[in-house]
């Protein structure tokens, strides 16, 4: 973790741009980072029966999970182990997975049911053969894969996220997703997750969500280690009108990052709502937020707050991180010093500093 030295001769400054620019920084990111950290696949109630698949991408590799006939969610690579053709797109349901290049033909357990002709071929010993599975939890009914099997588990990746998360939000394991909005940064993935992680720029920039959702004066992050908790009380004039009553929680809005490319974020109220950030290349992060209900029952009201947050705070912060990602390629450029206050609050860039020593630790700078 950074150390946050009050009277500290020297600043912290932002990191160099290279680190946001440089392909060939990304691909490391994609090694160090992204092959080893707890990755965002979906929401388990998105895959409810034996055979129902959702595919997705894990940094720059592609794979699928699956139900099996026991109710186990399965992790695969998405590539047929014959001769690496795709198996699966989107979200569906199956008996069995065939690869749509020569049929062969997987069980929900990843293990080779059958491939065309094999009867013929000498040695061919099909139990021999299966899919590549990859390390899987559910995480308060949410579905996270790492493809490193040695890596720490959620728990201790993210401690005490999970009994936070229950604690301000007890409903959330009876929440369902209900609405998505698909959305793309023009820039860096750390661009994109660096803004998200600070208010600094909120009374600046996010007119609606600094006057409607919190009060700027009250907002904090607090890193911890693999997370960050977002904490504010509620404005008093909320933008959204939505009852609130049932959670304990109605005058405050939290949100928990987890490294490196997810958050859950409450809104006042019960209003649960998620980030996903899915880097695609240095300078373009396709990301995804999802709104959920308690047991996925249709409410219009929560639609109706995801297109105006839409409109609003996501698209103020488009036009910020594409901005940004362009300043980063001029030549008039020098990182400036980041501004830390060692008591935080909205005024602070620490969770910004926080974030660029994980990633510094993380591909050994």
Not at 76 to 93: D, I, K, M, P, T
Request: charge should be negative; proline fraction near 6%; hydrophobic fraction near 35%.
């Amino acid at each position: 973790m950074v150390k946050i030295a009050p009277g500290a001769d020297q600043p912290q400054r932002a990191m160099d741009p290279h680190f946001y620019t440089e392909r060939e920084v990304f691909e490391r990111e994609m090694e160090k980072i992204f092959s080893r950290s707890w990755l965002f696949a979906c929401h388990e109630s998105q895959i409810p029966a034996a055979g129902d698949f959702h595919a997705f991408m894990a940094g720059d590799q592609n794979l699928f999970c699956i139900r099996n006939a026991e109710g186990k969610i399965n992790a695969f690579y998405n590539v047929c182990a014959h001769r690496a053709h795709e198996l699966v797109s989107g979200s569906g349901s199956k008996k069995l997975v065939t690869c749509p290049y020569h049929a062969w033909t997987y069980d929900l357990d990843g293990a080779l049911r059958r491939a065309p002709g094999s009867e013929h071929s000498p040695g061919f010993d099909a139990s021999a053969v299966c899919l590549t599975g990859v390390r899987t939890e559910v995480f308060l009914g949410f579905v996270f894969v790492n493809l490193d099997d040695e890596a720490p588990g959620m728990d201790e990746s993210y401690p005490g996220v999970r009994a936070d998360l229950k604690e301000f939000l007890p409903t959330i394991e009876r929440l369902r997703p209900i609405h998505r909005i698909d959305f793309t940064a023009e820039s860096n993935w750390k661009v994109a997750v660096e803004n998200y992680n600070e208010c600094y720029h909120c009374r600046v920039v996010h007119s609606s969500f600094a006057t409607g959702v919190v009060k700027p004066d009250t907002y904090n992050v607090v890193p911890n280690g693999s997370s960050f908790r977002h904490v504010a009380e509620s404005a008093e004039e909320s933008n959204y009108d939505y009852d609130k009553s049932s959670s304990p929680h109605a005058g405050e809005y939290s949100s928990f990052y987890l490294w490196p490319t997810f958050s859950f974020q409450i809104y006042p109220g019960a209003l649960l709502n998620t980030f996903c950030w899915r880097p695609e290349s240095v300078d373009r992060t396709p990301f995804f937020r999802e709104w959920f209900s308690v047991d996925g029952a249709e409410d219009p009201m929560v639609k109706e707050v995801a297109v105006q947050d839409a409109e609003t705070t996501v698209a103020e912060d488009l036009r910020l991180v594409a901005s940004v990602q362009r300043g980063l390629k001029s030549k008039g450029y020098r990182p400036g010093p980041l501004v830390i206050n060692p008591d935080q609050g909205l005024n602070s860039e620490h969770p910004v500093a926080a974030f660029q020593q994980l990633v510094l630790d993380a591909i050994g700078e």
